[in-house]
Nanobody
């Protein structure tokens, strides 16, 4: 069974930086799109960033563009999210996802392939 583990996260002051990582096990996602979503209290989960299997193509939500960089190491089946210039509105539980594709209505997981991590809390204080 596929598992996605997300160590990292934490608390930081506004303007600070954090790096999230997500390691996959139990299944190889080296040929799949991986990405990050986040969910703030009282809000729906939203897409943050995604990266194709080769690492050459990345996608970002407008809200984080220019402040966030997604990358991956296929040898380790790990995806990273480097966040800088963090704002209080970035506070959320961040979830890693693997086996993604972009449907006409947004990013979704491939049936029978897609997996989600448990999430890691990121708190940005003003």
């Amino acid at each position: 069974q596929a598992q996605l583990e997300e160590p990292g996260g934490g608390s930081v002051q506004a303007g600070g930086s954090l790096r999230l990582s997500c390691a996959a096990s139990g299944r190889t996602f080296s040929r799949h799109v991986m990405g990050w979503f986040r969910q703030a209290p009282g809000k729906e989960r939203e897409f943050v960033a995604a990266i194709d299997w080769s690492g050459s193509t990345t996608f970002y939500a407008d809200s984080v563009k220019g402040r966030v960089t997604i990358s991956r190491d296929n040898a380790k089946i790990t995806v990273y999210l480097q966040m800088s210039s963090l704002k209080p509105e970035d506070t959320a539980v961040y979830h890693c996802a693997a086996g993604l594709y972009r449907s006409p209505t947004g990013w979704v997981t491939l049936p029978g392939v897609g997996s989600w991590g448990q999430g890691t809390q990121v708190t940005v204080s003003s």
